[in-house]
């Protein structure tokens, strides 16, 4: 359910940045560590690794948005993962799941150095 989230969170932002005329960007490539869609316990470590950087990306970028659509956008796709983290955390028997009273923001720098291990481009 999550990884369909994750696409559908991609064809929203791809679909209302088409609907105000701006760039989509291009869909970037990732290099996943050996069997994690095979191992429970991989997919889930990396999971606990990618969706706190993507919860952070959103809150960082949010400042930066003038349009109104994309923040709306934007502010529910945050949520969404939020909830994914919470998922994982009870999955990886994290108590309790949620553990901040306020999301951290993370500078474009900060997400691009939490993710230069996957090799991703585009």
């Not at 191992?39 to 930066?64: H, M, N, S």
């Not at 994914?84 to 955390?89: E, Q, S, T």
């Amino acid at each position: 359910m999550i990884r369909d989230h994750e696409f559908a969170h991609a064809e929203a932002i791809a679909a209302t940045l088409g609907d105000l005329g701006a760039e989509v960007p291009a869909v970037p490539e990732f290099t996943y560590p050996e069997g994690v869609f095979t191992d429970v316990v991989a997919f889930l470590e990396l999971a606990a690794t990618f969706e706190p950087v993507g919860i952070g990306a959103y809150q960082g970028a949010a400042p930066a948005l003038e349009s109104k659509d994309i923040l709306a956008a934007a502010i529910s796709i945050h949520n969404a993962e939020c909830q994914h983290r919470a998922a994982i955390n009870i999955l990886n028997l994290i108590t309790p799941p949620n553990q901040v009273a306020f999301e951290e923001a993370l500078p474009l720098q900060d997400v691009q150095a939490a993710v230069e291990p996957f090799g991703i481009t585009g």
